[in-house]
């Protein structure tokens, strides 16, 4: 069992920046690869951000490449969600998750309970 602490959200202006932070107990931390996933009001969750176990794989959603940037401490069981440029259109529930496989899609076991980012145009 694995369970994931998200902080980091609030309220920003476009083109500001934000930080999230997943912060994971329970099994080995560094067993799992982890992802980042948001949901707008009305809107299905999507796929932003996943990193390998190592961290030596990233993927990002076209959305958010060249503005977000996933990265994990093993050593603090944290990952994190550097979030730049942001738009009004990153307004969401942004989750993290964590699985035994490297995914890009939501099929995560573990879920956190969100953290909201909202981005004022």
């Known amino acids: 069992q694995v369970q994931l602490v998200e902080s980091g959200g609030g309220l920003v202006q476009a083109g500001g920046s934000l930080r999230l932070s997943c912060a994971a107990s329970g099994r080995t931390f560094s067993s799992y690869a982890m992802g980042w996933f948001r949901q707008a009001p009305g809107k299905e969750r999507e796929f932003v951000a996943a990193i390998s176990w190592s961290g030596a794989r990233t993927y990002y959603a076209d959305s958010v490449k060249g503005r977000f940037t996933i990265s994990r401490d093993n050593a603090k069981n944290t990952v994190y969600l550097q979030m730049n440029s942001l738009k009004p259109e990153d307004t969401a529930v942004y989750y993290c998750?964590?699985?035994?496989?490297?995914?890009?899609?939501?099929?995560?076991?573990?879920w956190g309970q969100g953290t909201q980012v909202t981005v004022s145009s």
């Open positions: 998750a964590a699985d035994i496989r490297l995914r890009v899609g939501t099929e995560y076991d573990y």
